[in-house]
């Protein structure tokens, strides 16, 4: 009745009952007539075996053919047994074997293994099945409250033993309890007596040669002692299942090749997850992530984990294994250790900036060769998906949350250029690089990152870090960035923002020249300027606040730095603080010359030391634009 298990019942059955006296004896089962069914058979040497290490996961039945009268004044019975069990492999049995009384042979909806061959899920502990069993059983269950994995057990109706014993005796000679091994594959001998009167049950194991323990006994016949002269011959089967020579050559090879390859994964698996650490990084330990954490947390960097790439990297989604928390975690290849101990000095200063519109970075991870910067989680992803998509449909965004949005990330510049301990220049505002998080508030993302990438960089070349269609003019002349440039970055953004439309003519494709800024001011000159807000707004917004975001665009995108706001003035302006001035009649001119000026003398520069960073940070649906 179990799988992986050879079951030999040798010799078996006397049954002896009150008062009628019904009792049958086997010495051997060759003409016994007993109902077999399943894979019991009875071999040539006289033996019943009930299962085969051939079939796994069956069982067999031996039922005495005929049946026998049980009442409440008629029910005491004694028997006893021989029995072997064989695992096909040493130390990896079957479930066991059951003696049980039923009042019926059909078992065919029984299931092996962990029910025996006797009952099923659906039938296990139902009163109406009126079975009694004894069982042997090898495997600790759970689901039935097994108290080991070597037991005997007195089961009524179910699976749930009534009561239960680790598998031993008492050795009477040595006075001491002794344990026995059911799957030893040794012979060994069952007695189980029931007295009705006291309604009593004993059940007792016990190595072949050894006395049956003694007890009261007074109201019904014992089963007699065996007669081990009649005994059919015990299977030699330890002898066979001993391991040969060669097996354990082969055994002992297979070992040390494990060894072997298991240290070749080891030397790889901490290749893999070897991390870079100079002693100098020691003061910055807290703010370290391992490399092993993240690379769990992101599913080894999986591409369905990718959120978005750009010129610093790519991004990934993942799931701190430490506390579970989400998080996105920018990959950087940073093969120069020139400033890295500044580079690094300069992350663990970004990670104490507190503002409820910034991303916030957690931490950093250092390897060869490569950095990881893993900030929260924003699960709406970047603004840009909303501005930018069903362009044929009502508006994702409405106008009250875009306010909202440019109010936030005129805040978060604000705490940047002015309320933090020290001066952070972003060098990259614009849509994509702005979060939504789960309330759809705005957190400026990827702040700082420019800046620090600076320490890599030849001091003596010009590199001008930013996006095309946001750089301030003055840019391509100098290539120093201040808090100006920011604005005038600030500014495309807002008109983007207020009017659902890139900074370079990517919707006008008439218009190759198109600028966002020029048409703006020309609308603005024509008195059409709210003409200029995004259709699919439907005109659906206040006008006072989109003229005034419109204005302040322009203000903010002014050719000449001097002439720009600060942040804290456009802060102003947005919450009504302060008036806004009008908007120079000459700003057209001006904004012409200087950008004809530093353009067209410096085309070649800028052709060359542009770097276009359009990272969708934390979006499930990442889109990378060109910027041009």
């Known amino acids: 009745m179990a799988k992986f298990l050879v079951v030999l019942l040798i010799f078996y059955v006397f ?128 689901v039935f409250n097994d108290i080991d994995g070597n037991h005997v057990g007195i089961d009524i109706n179910g699976l749930r033993s009534n009561a239960s014993s680790s598998a031993g005796y008492y050795d009477d000679t040595a006075r001491i309890n002794k344990t026995l091994q059911l799957t030893s594959g040794k012979p060994m001998q069952v007695w189980i007596d029931f007295e009705a009167k006291t309604k009593v049950i004993n059940v007792s194991i016990a190595p072949l040669k050894n006395s049956k323990p003694r007890w009261s006994w007074s109201h019904v016949g014992l089963a007699p002692e065996f007669d081990l002269s009649k005994l059919p011959s015990v299977p030699n089967f330890v002898q066979k299942g001993k391991m040969s020579a060669v097996f354990i050559v082969l055994l002992v090879v297979l070992c040390l090749l494990v060894v072997f390859v298991a240290g070749i994964g080891y030397v790889i698996w901490r290749k893999m997850f070897e991390e870079l650490e100079e002693s100098w990084e020691k003061e910055y330990h807290v703010y370290r992530l391992s490399y092993k954490d993240l690379y769990k947390a992101t599913k ?19 799931v701190l294994p430490i506390n579970q928390n989400q998080v996105a975690v920018k990959r950087i290849s940073h093969d120069s250790r020139q400033g890295m101990r500044e580079f690094v000095a300069e992350i663990v200063s970004m990670r104490r900036l507190r503002h409820r519109n910034l991303v916030q970075l957690l931490g950093y991870c250092r390897r060869k060769g490569e950095l990881l910067l893993v900030y929260e989680y924003m699960p709406n992803g970047s603004l840009d998906k909303f501005l930018f998509r069903n362009h044929n449909s009502k ?13 936030g990330v005129a805040s978060a510049l604000l705490y940047l250029h002015e309320e933090w301990e020290q001066l952070v220049l972003h060098r990259d505002v614009k849509a994509s690089n702005v979060l939504l998080d789960g309330d759809m508030n705005a957190r400026l993302g990827d702040f700082g990152l420019a800046r620090l990438y600076d320490h890599d960089t030849n001091p003596r070349s010009t590199h001008v870090v930013g996006t095309v269609g946001y750089l301030a003019p003055e840019l391509s002349i100098t290539g120093k960035p201040t808090t100006a440039t920011d604005v005038f970055a600030f500014g495309t953004f807002i008109l983007e923002v207020a009017c659902g439309r890139r900074p370079l003519g990517l919707h006008d494709p008439a218009r190759e020249d198109f600028l966002l800024v020029d048409w703006v001011f020309e609308s603005w000159k024509k008195g059409t300027i709210q003409e200029t807000s995004d259709p699919k707004l439907e005109g659906d917004y206040v006008s006072e606040e989109m003229e ?8 903010c995108s002014h050719p000449n730095p001097e002439a720009r706001p600060s942040m804290r003035q456009v802060v102003q302006f947005l919450r009504s603080e302060t008036k806004m001035p009008d908007i120079p009649p000459d700003f057209y001119l001006e904004r012409n010359d200087l950008i004809d000026e530093s353009w067209g003398a410096s085309s070649s520069v800028v052709s060359s030391s542009f770097v276009v960073s359009n990272a969708t940070l934390f979006s499930n649906n990442s889109v990378i634009h060109s910027g041009r």
């Open 395 to 407: 508006s994702l965004l409405p106008w009250t949350q875009r306010l909202d949005v440019i109010k």
């Open 300 to 318: 080894g960097f999986r591409d369905s984990e990718l959120l978005g790439s750009g010129g610093f990297g790519k991004v990934y989604r993942g």
């Open 548 to 555: 005034l975001v419109l204005k302040l665009g322009l203000h």
């Open 15 to 142: 049954l002896a009952f009150a008062q009628d006296e019904t009792q049958f004896i086997y010495n051997g089962f060759q003409g016994s007539n007993l109902h077999l069914d399943g894979l019991a058979v009875i071999d040539s040497n006289n033996r019943l075996r009930l299962t085969n290490t051939t079939i796994k996961q069956q069982s067999g039945h031996a039922f005495y053919p005929k049946p026998l009268k049980f009442n409440e004044t008629n029910s005491s019975f004694s028997t006893s047994f021989i029995f072997v069990m064989y695992p096909d492999v040493p130390g990896h049995g079957g479930h066991g074997i059951a003696f049980v009384i039923t009042p019926s042979m059909n078992f065919k909806q029984a299931v092996p293994a962990e029910y025996l061959g006797i009952f099923n899920i659906s039938n296990n502990g139902l009163s109406s099945n009126h079975i009694f069993a004894v069982e042997l059983d090898t495997v600790q269950n759970a």
